[in-house]
Every structure is written in C-alpha cells, then in structure tokens.
C-alpha cells in the first residue's frame, strides 16, 4: 500500500535540465597547489585557527576548533604547509572577503591518524561533541551545525526522521547521484541518525524524476534491520525544501516562528546522512563532497572535491567556453553570483553553474508592480510577497515583519512568475539585512544604556559610602572628646584626701574606655556594605570571621579585669 501524499500550496515548474549532467560518472577532482579553507562555513560562529603560519599539517588535521556550541570545526583536505591566515574572497552574496587558511599542498595527500567510532559504546553527548570536532554540518543548503541538529533536547521527541532526497532546484545532479552510487552508505548514515534521535519513523522522500535514487534506495532499505519507507513524491519546485518535504510526506505544517523538531520531525539531506555514516565508520571529517558543474560548460558532470579547491579548477576540468556571462554557486531560483572564480569550494557548494546569454539571457527591465498576485499564487509559504514588496521597498520594516517576512525561503517562485520582471527576493533580503542590522544597533545601545546607568549607580553609591564613613570618624572623634572631657573633670573634682593623683586602677579603666569608643568607631566605620546579595556561604564566611574578632577582644580584656580583682 503506497503512502497518501499531500500537496503544499503554491510552487513552479521550471525547466529541469537534470540530465546533462547525469550522462557521465562521478570523478574525482584533482589535487589542487593550493587548498583555501574558509573558516566560516556553517551557521553560528567561525572556528578559531589552532594553527600557525609555517606549520605542515596531514590531510584530515583539525586546522580550526569549533568555537561555541553552535560552531563545528575546520580541517586540512590534504597535506602541506600553512601559507596564510588572512582574509580572502569566499562564495559568499555579499562578495565580501572572509578569514580563510591557505595550505600549500606537498602532492603526498598524507592522512592524519584516524579511525572508526564505537557509536553504540559512547555517551549521546559525548558523540555529537565529537561529530562537532569533525566538520559535520548539513549539506543541503543551510549548513547547519549537524551536533546540535542530532540534539533532540529534553522537550523534544524526534519520532519522525525525514532523509530528503528531493533536490528540486534545476541543473543540480549530485544528491542525485550520490544516491545512485553510495545509497549503502547513505542509509549507514541514517541508522545513526535513528541512535542519536530515538525516531521511529523514518522516510526517504525522493522526487519522482530521479528512477535510479528511487531503485538504489529501496534496494539498500530492503537490507536493513530496521524499517525505512523510501517514497516517491511529486516533482515541483521547491518541494525539496524542508517544510515543504514535511507537508508532502506527513500532511503537517511547521508552524510560523518554529521548527520543525517543535512537532517532532527532523529533516537531514542524504549528503550529510553519508558524511555521518564515513565520520563514523571510518573516522574521516568532512573535507570532500560532491559538486556539479554544468551549464555553458563542454562536459557537465558531477565531481567529487576537496574542500578549498579553486572553483576555476573544476571548471576548467568540465571545459570551460568562450561566452561564459557569470558564475551561481546554487540553482538558477536560489544560487548566488560568484565575485569571482578564485574563490573555494566550501561545505555549502552543491553546484558551480556556469552562465552565458543563451542559457541565462539578460532579465528585462522591470516595470512598475501590476497587482496581479501571481507571486501570491506561486509562494509556497503564503505570504502576500507583493505587499512585503511594497514594504521593502518603502524602508516600512515593521510592517513587512508584521506580515511574516522571515518565514519567506527565498526560493524565488515569485520572481520566477513576476510579469514585471521585478527582482522581488532581492527586496526581501535587502529588508532582512536591514532588520537584523538595526537589531544589532539596537543591542549594542541598549548594553550601552545598561552600563551608563550602571556607572551612575555606583558612582552615586561610592558618593553615599564616602559620606557615611567621614560622618562615622566625625561622631568617634566628638565622642572621643567628650570622653577626655568628662575624665579630665572627674580627676579635677577628686577629694584632695584621696591624693591629687589618680589610682592605677582608675586610669586603666578610663584608658580601656576610651579604647573601646575608638575600637566601636572603627567597626562601624568598618561595617561591610552591599552585603544584601550575598549568598548563605559568603554570609557564613563573615559570621565566622567576626566572631574570632569577638573572641580576641575578650582575650585581650581578661588580664585587666584580673588585675582589678587583687587587693
């Protein structure tokens, strides 16, 4: 009995243009001269370098740790000699350069020691901190940190595992094939997965255009000892999104402001299931990946690269011709402009798309928004793209958040369909940049706010301990003065008879007296401020040290109050 399907709103047909790049076997990328590393390659913070300029390193050497829990680590694809730590352009929209490490390759390809994790044997913990220190992160687009996916967390109970095997976007062929020749593997991947989340549904959604994935598949889930269901789902853009994977296959939608795990699913792609299953199995961290390279090149085809290879390399290997009019790395719908084809191959590149005026011809100019709600037909989301337009484009940012901005995909549906031709997801980005540009402002004077005020308060409160403690000394020293005043007139109004000199005893007591003024004094001049946030330990710690300063002014005094009792 096959599965019910269910349909998500919205989505486009673009052509597929899957089978130039499917003709021919996947090769293996050259070793390039040299390997540029970036070390921003996954959501959350950068790893920190752990080493230095000069040093040789051996393939598959951590070369930057993770830094934070949402962070994963950085390695060595092959052996050489650190160059560089600088910045250096990077795939990036922004075209902005980024940190990267340069290693100078020495041709041996020379492998660090490692070897395969007893997964069963370890601590859940302890298992996704060290798939965290061997590069794991997602590969099917938002690179996300794979250790804080396998998290299911206290409150979260992952009992639906969903692998996609979708890739809907056109001219992308390598998760694609990756699943025609490694589909074993994958499913290794998977069982892990299932360890780590405690699922107990797993589906395998792969679009129906893809035969081979689907037989691969189902031929390697028939030799498993637990149940995998690998479904055929409809072709149409973006249905390889993930929430929109969800909606196919279970009929659910992840709600506006959540995730997916919040309704207990977790959606992994099969290139980061097979990443798991050679990091476990046998030790290595994530320094390859498939890539395809296809359009206006001679030989489209899917290679597998190093981390850090040169984009120019593989496109010279896949034949580069006259006419070439730009780079994406991605689809045509999401892929982004290359500033250039220095730049490396990193985590997040499934494709280098290669441009030229016939395939790709120049978009018209845009005209003026007609109203006609075709970007509202086609958004897979649903939101009202012609008014978060019209927001965008106005700098009403508040509005735009109001109606949902941050749940658009930028999967590009409504510019695909715009008969204006209006670049409608460059409007969108351009008004997430600004949000979360103003929000960073906004923090930063805030945390400014907080320590201008807090500077006020203790310079107020520093004032008022200042005024107390010369209040204090100025009380002890009238008291003081009393004292001496009122003992010089006791010793003035003695009877003649008794001497005009004053006992020893007498004197001791007056002196005692006066000592015990000074010494109260000093301990109110003494007395602990700010004392009312102090924790039962440190409240302790003062009773105790109080009370042996108790116990020494009584020791002091008992050889006086002796002496008193003697004849």
Known sequence: MSRELFKFKGGVHPPEHKAESTSRPIHAAPLPKKLVIPLRQHIGNPAKPVVEIGERVLKGQMIAAADGYISTAVHASSSGTVTAIDLQPVPHISGLPDLCITIETDGRDEWVAHAPLDYQAMEPSQLRMQLRDLGLAGLGGAVFPSAVKLDPGASHACTTLIINGGECEPWITCDDMLMRHHADEILQGVGIMRHLLGSTEILVGIEDNKPEALDSMRSAAAKLDFAVEVVKVPARYPGGGAKQMIETLT?????????????????????TSYALARAIHHGEPLITRLVTVTGHVLRPQNFEVLIGTPMHT????????????????????????????????????????VKSAELFPPLPKALPCIRC???????????????LFRFAKAGDFGRAQEYHLFDCIECGCCSYVCPSHIPLVDFYRYAKSEIWAREKDKRAADLARERHEFRQFRQEREKKEKAEKLAAKAQAARAQAALDQAQRAELAAAPAAEGAAVSDTDAKKALIAAALARAQAKKSDAAPKNVDQLTSEQLHQIEEIEARRTKIRELARKPLESEEKKP
């Open 251 to 271: 009929g659910r939608q992840v709600p506006s402001g959540k995730l997916s795990t919040d309704i207990g699913i977790q959606v992994f792609n099969v290139g």
């Open 314 to 353: 593989l496109i010279t290997l896949a034949g580069d011709r006259d006419g070439t009019t730009g780079v994406l790395m991605g689809g045509p719908m999401m892929g982004v402009p290359m500033p250039n084809l220095d730049v490396p191959v990193v985590k997040a590149t499934n494709c280098i798309l």
């Open 373 to 387: 709600t075709r970007c509202a037909d086609a958004c897979p989301v649903e939101l009202q793209p012609q008014e």
